[in-house]
Protein backbone atom coordinates (compact mmCIF):
# COMPACT_ATOMS: atom_id res chain seq x y z
CA UNK A 1 0.00 0.00 0.00
CA UNK A 2 1.18 3.58 -0.93
CA UNK A 3 2.20 6.08 1.84
CA UNK A 4 0.62 9.08 -0.34
CA UNK A 5 1.78 12.30 1.32
CA UNK A 6 -0.14 15.32 1.06
CA UNK A 7 0.78 19.12 0.58
CA UNK A 8 -1.07 22.27 2.00
CA UNK A 9 -1.04 25.14 -0.53
CA UNK A 10 -2.17 28.33 0.14
CA UNK A 11 -4.54 30.27 -2.16
CA UNK A 12 -6.27 33.02 -2.90
CA UNK A 13 -9.84 33.46 -1.83
CA UNK A 14 -12.53 32.76 -4.51
CA UNK A 15 -16.44 32.65 -3.82
CA UNK A 16 -16.56 29.19 -3.80
CA UNK A 17 -14.28 29.54 -0.37
CA UNK A 18 -17.21 31.22 1.49
CA UNK A 19 -18.66 28.40 3.40
CA UNK A 20 -15.37 27.38 4.46
CA UNK A 21 -14.42 30.47 5.75
CA UNK A 22 -17.65 30.87 7.72
CA UNK A 23 -17.67 27.49 9.16
CA UNK A 24 -14.12 26.93 9.81
CA UNK A 25 -14.33 30.08 11.71
CA UNK A 26 -17.51 29.37 13.68
CA UNK A 27 -16.27 26.55 14.80
CA UNK A 28 -13.60 27.88 17.01
CA UNK A 29 -15.00 30.89 18.07
CA UNK A 30 -18.03 28.42 19.41
CA UNK A 31 -15.36 26.36 20.76
CA UNK A 32 -13.28 29.20 23.02
CA UNK A 33 -16.04 32.06 22.80
CA UNK A 34 -19.28 33.35 21.63
CA UNK A 35 -20.30 34.56 18.08
CA UNK A 36 -20.37 38.08 18.52
CA UNK A 37 -21.96 40.90 15.63
CA UNK A 38 -18.77 42.23 13.92
CA UNK A 39 -18.03 38.26 13.73
CA UNK A 40 -21.61 37.72 12.00
CA UNK A 41 -20.86 40.86 9.41
CA UNK A 42 -17.66 39.51 8.58
CA UNK A 43 -18.33 36.06 7.79
CA UNK A 44 -21.52 36.59 6.05
CA UNK A 45 -20.36 38.95 3.78
CA UNK A 46 -16.16 38.24 3.42
CA UNK A 47 -16.66 40.22 0.18
CA UNK A 48 -18.31 43.72 1.19
CA UNK A 49 -16.28 43.47 4.64
CA UNK A 50 -12.77 42.23 3.39
CA UNK A 51 -12.11 42.10 -0.29
CA UNK A 52 -14.22 44.93 -1.94
CA UNK A 53 -12.36 47.15 0.56
CA UNK A 54 -8.85 46.34 -0.12
CA UNK A 55 -8.34 43.31 1.90
CA UNK A 56 -7.49 39.84 1.12
CA UNK A 57 -8.02 36.61 2.21
CA UNK A 58 -5.99 33.06 1.86
CA UNK A 59 -7.03 29.53 2.04
CA UNK A 60 -5.06 27.01 2.89
CA UNK A 61 -6.04 23.35 0.60
CA UNK A 62 -5.19 19.82 1.58
CA UNK A 63 -6.39 18.03 -1.83
CA UNK A 64 -8.37 20.92 -3.11
CA UNK A 65 -10.17 20.86 0.53
CA UNK A 66 -10.06 24.19 2.25
CA UNK A 67 -8.46 23.66 5.58
CA UNK A 68 -7.43 26.90 6.52
CA UNK A 69 -8.34 30.51 6.44
CA UNK A 70 -6.81 33.90 6.92
CA UNK A 71 -8.11 37.19 6.56
CA UNK A 72 -6.40 40.60 5.60
CA UNK A 73 -9.04 43.31 6.76
CA UNK A 74 -8.88 46.83 6.01
CA UNK A 75 -8.28 49.08 8.77
CA UNK A 76 -11.43 50.66 10.35
CA UNK A 77 -10.41 51.69 13.88
CA UNK A 78 -9.43 54.85 15.05
CA UNK A 79 -6.14 54.83 15.20
CA UNK A 80 -5.01 55.24 12.04
CA UNK A 81 -1.59 54.32 12.39
CA UNK A 82 -2.70 50.78 10.98
CA UNK A 83 -3.15 49.37 7.09
CA UNK A 84 -4.71 46.29 8.07
CA UNK A 85 -5.96 43.67 10.99
CA UNK A 86 -4.89 40.13 10.08
CA UNK A 87 -8.02 38.45 11.24
CA UNK A 88 -10.44 35.07 10.89
CA UNK A 89 -7.62 32.93 11.33
CA UNK A 90 -8.78 29.48 11.85
CA UNK A 91 -7.30 25.70 11.04
CA UNK A 92 -9.10 22.47 10.54
CA UNK A 93 -8.75 20.86 14.28
CA UNK A 94 -7.01 17.77 12.09
CA UNK A 95 -4.48 19.72 10.03
CA UNK A 96 -3.19 21.50 13.05
CA UNK A 97 0.31 21.46 14.20
CA UNK A 98 1.36 20.87 10.44
CA UNK A 99 2.64 24.89 10.05
CA UNK A 100 -0.80 25.45 8.47
CA UNK A 101 -1.42 28.45 10.81
CA UNK A 102 1.97 29.89 9.98
CA UNK A 103 1.69 29.09 6.23
CA UNK A 104 -1.36 31.30 6.06
CA UNK A 105 -0.01 34.30 8.28
CA UNK A 106 3.05 34.15 6.39
CA UNK A 107 0.98 34.34 3.21
CA UNK A 108 -1.10 37.44 4.80
CA UNK A 109 1.82 39.42 5.73
CA UNK A 110 3.54 39.17 2.18
CA UNK A 111 -0.07 40.53 0.74
CA UNK A 112 0.11 43.20 2.97
CA UNK A 113 3.51 44.05 2.17
CA UNK A 114 2.68 43.82 -1.50
CA UNK A 115 0.02 46.53 -1.10
CA UNK A 116 2.36 48.70 0.63
CA UNK A 117 1.33 48.34 4.08
CA UNK A 118 3.56 49.37 7.39
CA UNK A 119 1.95 48.32 10.14
CA UNK A 120 -0.40 45.19 10.82
CA UNK A 121 -2.70 44.95 14.16
CA UNK A 122 -4.58 41.96 15.49
CA UNK A 123 -6.28 40.80 18.45
CA UNK A 124 -6.20 37.67 20.05
CA UNK A 125 -6.86 36.19 23.74
CA UNK A 126 -4.19 34.89 26.11
CA UNK A 127 -6.16 31.17 26.49
CA UNK A 128 -4.96 30.97 22.65
CA UNK A 129 -1.72 29.86 24.07
CA UNK A 130 -0.67 28.10 20.09
CA UNK A 131 -2.01 31.64 18.60
CA UNK A 132 -0.05 33.45 20.69
CA UNK A 133 2.94 31.91 19.76
CA UNK A 134 2.31 31.50 16.18
CA UNK A 135 1.72 35.58 16.03
CA UNK A 136 5.16 35.91 17.98
CA UNK A 137 6.93 33.67 15.76
CA UNK A 138 5.71 35.67 13.10
CA UNK A 139 6.92 38.86 14.16
CA UNK A 140 4.64 40.12 16.06
CA UNK A 141 4.29 42.35 19.28
CA UNK A 142 2.06 43.12 22.03
CA UNK A 143 0.69 46.44 21.95
CA UNK A 144 -2.31 47.94 24.19
CA UNK A 145 -4.05 50.61 24.13
CA UNK A 146 -6.96 50.25 20.65
CA UNK A 147 -10.47 49.95 21.15
CA UNK A 148 -11.87 46.02 20.40
CA UNK A 149 -15.42 45.55 19.25
CA UNK A 150 -14.83 41.88 20.84
CA UNK A 151 -15.65 40.84 24.25
CA UNK A 152 -13.08 38.16 24.26
CA UNK A 153 -9.95 39.68 22.68
CA UNK A 154 -7.79 40.47 26.13
CA UNK A 155 -4.37 41.18 23.96
CA UNK A 156 -3.64 42.89 21.08
CA UNK A 157 -0.73 43.22 19.00
CA UNK A 158 0.92 44.67 15.63
CA UNK A 159 3.63 43.83 13.20
CA UNK A 160 5.75 46.27 11.59
CA UNK A 161 6.90 46.36 8.26
CA UNK A 162 9.84 47.91 7.47
Known sequence: M??????IR??????VHAPF??????AWINQ?????????KMLNDPDGYILNRGG???VALENDTPVGVCALVPWHGPDTEFDFELAKMAVDPGVRGRGVGESLGKAV???????????IYLETN????????LYKRLG??????????YARCNTQMEYRIS
Open 126 to 133: TILDSALR
Open 2 to 7: NNLTTT
Open 10 to 15: IVDYQP
Open 21 to 26: FKSLNE
Open 56 to 58: AIK
Open 140 to 149: FTEITGCDTP
Open 109 to 119: LQAAKDKGARR
Open 32 to 40: FFTMEEPDR
